[in-house]
C-alpha cells in the first residue's frame, strides 16, 4: 500500500529478512543464456534474478552485471551459460533470522544491490535496495507467508537466417 506506513521507528529496527524479503522470485539455472535472462527479467519485471542450482544460490545476476557483459548478436548471447558470468567476487547471503540493520551493513560492505536470504530449506527470498528502503519508509507490510521460487519454465532459441 503505497504511501501508508504500516511500520513505526521503533520497529524498523527489529524487522528481520524475513519480514522484508520478496517472496514471489523468479530464478534462473546457470545453463541458461543471457539472452534467456534478458527475457526473463523483461516478462517478470525484475531487476535481479538468481541463478540457483537446485534450491542452491550460486549468485545474483543484475540486469546492470547483464547489459554489461553483453556483446554481439543474439547468437553469440544464445550460446553463452549465465553461469560463467558468475565473478569471484563474495556473493552474501542472509539468513531469515537477521536484522534489517545487518543486512545494509552487508550490502554496504559487499557493495551489492541484492542478496539472497537462505535457510535450511535454500533459497526462500531476496532482499534488494527497493526493500531496505520500503522497510526505511515504514512501507514494509510485515508477512510470514512463506515464498515461492519460478525456475524460467520455458527456453527462447533465436531464429537466426542460414550463413552463407
Request: net charge negative; with cysteine.
Amino acid at each position: 500500500m503505497e504511501g501508508t506506513d504500516m511500520t513505526t521507528d521503533r520497529d524498523i529496527a527489529s524487522l528481520t529478512a524475513e519480514q522484508v524479503m520478496s517472496r514471489v522470485l523468479v530464478t534462473i539455472t546457470p545453463d541458461e543464456s543471457p539472452l534467456m535472462a534478458w527475457e526473463l527479467m523483461r516478462r517478470a519485471g525484475v531487476h535481479h534474478l538468481p541463478i540457483v542450482d537446485g534450491r542452491h544460490v550460486l549468485g545474483i545476476l543484475s540486469r546492470e552485471h547483464l547489459a554489461a557483459s553483453w556483446s554481439g548478436g543474439p547468437s553469440e548471447q544464445s550460446v553463452r551459460q549465465v553461469g560463467s558470468m558468475l565473478g569471484r567476487e563474495p556473493r552474501p547471503r542472509v539468513g531469515p533470522g537477521d536484522t534489517l540493520r545487518r543486512i545494509a551493513g552487508l550490502m554496504v560492505d559487499a557493495g551489492c544491490d541484492a542478496v539472497p536470504v537462505v535457510s535450511a530449506r535454500g533459497l526462500v527470498g531476496l532482499i534488494t535496495t527497493r526493500d531496505v528502503l520500503n522497510a526505511v519508509a515504514g512501507r514494509t507490510d510485515v508477512s510470514d507467508a512463506p515464498g515461492e521460487v519460478i525456475t524460467g519454465m520455458f527456453r527462447l532459441e533465436p531464429v537466426l537466417p542460414p550463413r552463407p
